[in-house]
Structures are given as C-alpha cells and as structure tokens.
C-alpha cells in the first residue's frame, strides 16, 4: 500500500485493498492498521522534509479514495443495527481523513452513521441535530489552534441535548483540552471511540453549560484581543524580523511567504495556550516547528527573534508575554528576561 500511494499509482492502491478484503483481511483492520497507517507515516516524511506539500496531499487523496473502494466491498457493508452518530469535524479543521475513518469504523460497527466532512460550523451542526436527532456526536480535531470552534460545537450540542464524544491530536495527550472544555467522551483513537460507543450513552457532562462559566482565565481578555490582532501583529513582526534577524535578507520571495506563514501559526498557537491557560501547548508547537525547520536546513534559532519581537508587541499582557518566554526558554533551554533576550 506504501509503495503504491508513494507511486501516485491509485488503482494499485485500492487493487490492493480489495485484494486484502477478498482474501478475509478485516475491514476494520484494514482501515486503522493498513491506510490509517500509511497516512500516519505521509504525514511524519513530509515533516522530515522528504516529501513535497503536493506529493502529501496527492497521497492523502490516494488513501481517502481507499477507504471509499473498501466502503463499497460487501465484506465491510453492514445493516444497521445500533444508533444515530454525527461524524464532523470542528469548524476550521480540514484534516478530515481521521474523522471519515471513525466513521467507516462505526459502519461496521453497525451505527447508523451521518458523515459531515471537514470544517463544519456549530450553527450548521446543530441545524443537522434538530433534523435527525443523532444519538451522539463524533468531534474530530487534528489542530490545537481550532479549540475555540470546539469548545462552541461542544456546547451548543449539549444545548439542545445530544452528547459529544471527541477526539485527534488537537484535543492533547490524554485528552486533557477535552475535559477542560466538558465534552462528554473522549477516545485516543476511532477503536476506542467505537468501544466507548458501544458501552452505552454518554452521560452528558453538563448539559447546556456556558464557555466561559469553565474557563474563567479568559475574563482578561487576552485571548480574544491576541486572536483579533493576529493580522496586525503578524504584519508588525514581520516588518521588523529583516533588523532582528539579518538572514532574512537573503530569503526568496517564497521564502519570506513561508515566514509570514509561520509567524502566522505562531499567534494562532499563542491564542489557543491564552484560551486553555495551557503554556505547554504553545511550546509543544515551537518544538514540533523547530523540528521541521531543522528538516528543511532552517536553524531553530531562527525562532527566537519572532519570539521577542511579539513579546514587545505583547508588552501589557502577562500571560502572553510569560508564554512566549516560556517557548523561547524550551527551544534554548536558557530562560528569557521579561523584555524578550536572553539572559
């Protein structure tokens, strides 16, 4: 399978799913053990910088089409003989791939499944809700930076009654975002969200409770004035990062998008550590980008002076100013000063 979705050669792909069905490979098995698998290893070669951004989404197609081939077998077709479940992702989330793969797994399962795809918004969910009446609801989040689209969906299906399991790694490890922000159920993976499922209802956390009544360190206003300036800070940092890093100066036209870009990702994380009141997150991602950077011949130090910068520009706020030195201080292991350089 591997080598066929690296080949681009999509008939090879999926004659070698069918083949795998024909021949008494579960489908199940073969959804999260081969594809999900594969999927799993496109996303760590293109973080190593070995495959480009096209080849990554030419091989995701590839795998999306796969389990489509391996819906349609008739070993994996199975009647209804459980409940409802609504299968989406969280608003701003277009890494639906984990998501279709929960809900194939519930088909066969025997769920009645009603599959909503990538990026589906709380007021269009819960539109779906009052038609249908699903039992549950099956949130998928591969992003930290959508918890607060999350957060929203959460509550407003508990509002009108209908539980929440979640999972994907935008949720944390172990889940941890899933509790702070009362979904119902969590699962590490769709086997275990399957297991879950079948063990009963969820017990509704606290149905119709309001976000911020959890949260109450978004009462500062940090996180929602960060999130509505990302455009102005980024635009402001960027300007500057040519005087606080010199290299830049050498960088291609696509070099310096990739650097807005960057920058970009790096509010968005700053905004979603403000809203969990988690510092942990924002620096995990400082560690996977500097990861990454390194892959592509990029110095993670080359970092630190957009860290500054947005610590200055963030001057009259402690908790963002106290997480950017705490990414500064993980990417270095050096602590910063208040000011944003290194002590």
């Given amino acids: 399978m591997w080598e066929s979705v690296m080949a681009f050669d999509e008939p090879a792909a999926i004659g070698a799913v069918v083949r795998a069905l024909d021949e008494g490979m579960g489908a199940e ?22 495959i480009t951004v096209a080849q990554e989404h030419a091989a995701t197609a590839i795998n999306d089409r796969a389990v489509t081939a391996l819906a349609l077998h008739p070993s994996a077709r199975t009647a209804p003989t459980r409940g409802r479940v609504a299968v989406a992702c969280v608003d701003g989330e277009w890494h639906a791939l984990p998501a279709r793969l929960l809900a194939e797994v519930l088909r066969i ?10 990026q589906v918004s709380a007021p269009h969910l819960v539109a ?35 539980p929440v399991i979640v999972g ?3 949720f944390g490890p172990g889940g941890r975002y899933a509790r702070l922000l009362g979904a119902d159920g969590w699962a590490p993976d769709a086997r275990a969200a399957a297991d879950a499922l079948a063990g009963g209802p969820l017990p509704q956390v606290r149905p119709g409770h309001q976000a911020i009544d959890d949260l109450p360190h978004l009462k500062d206003q940090e996180y929602t004035l960060v999130a509505r300036s990302r455009p102005q800070l980024v ?13 830049m100066r050498a960088y291609t036209e696509a070099q310096r998008e990739r650097t807005a870009e960057d920058l970009s990702h790096i509010v968005e994380f700053l905004a979603a550590a403000l809203y969990t009141g988690d510092e942990d997150l924002f620096c995990g991602f400082l560690e996977w980008t500097a990861g990454v950077l390194d892959a592509r011949g990029v110095p993670a130090a080359s970092l630190l002076p957009a860290l500054e910068l947005l610590g200055r520009e963030l001057q009259d706020f402690p908790r963002a100013t106290a997480t950017l030195r705490a990414g500064a201080a993980r990417l270095t292991r050096t602590p910063l000063t208040p000011a944003g350089t290194a002590e």
């Fill in 29 to 50: 098995d073969l959804l999260l053990d081969v594809i999900a698998s594969v999927q799993g290893r496109v996303g760590r070669e293109w973080a190593a910088d070995r």
């Fill in 235 to 247: 635009g402001s940092v960027f300007g500057q990062l040519a005087d606080a890093y010199p290299a």
């Fill in 168 to 170: 994907g790694a935008g």
């Fill in 128 to 162: 779906h809700l009052h038609r249908t009446g699903p039992d549950v609801v099956a949130l998928s989040g591969s992003l930290a930076t959508r918890l607060p689209a999350a957060h929203a969906t959460i509550t407003a299906c508990q509002a009108v009654g209908t």
């Fill in 109 to 118: 399962r025997g769920w009645r499944v009603d599959y909503l795809g990538a």
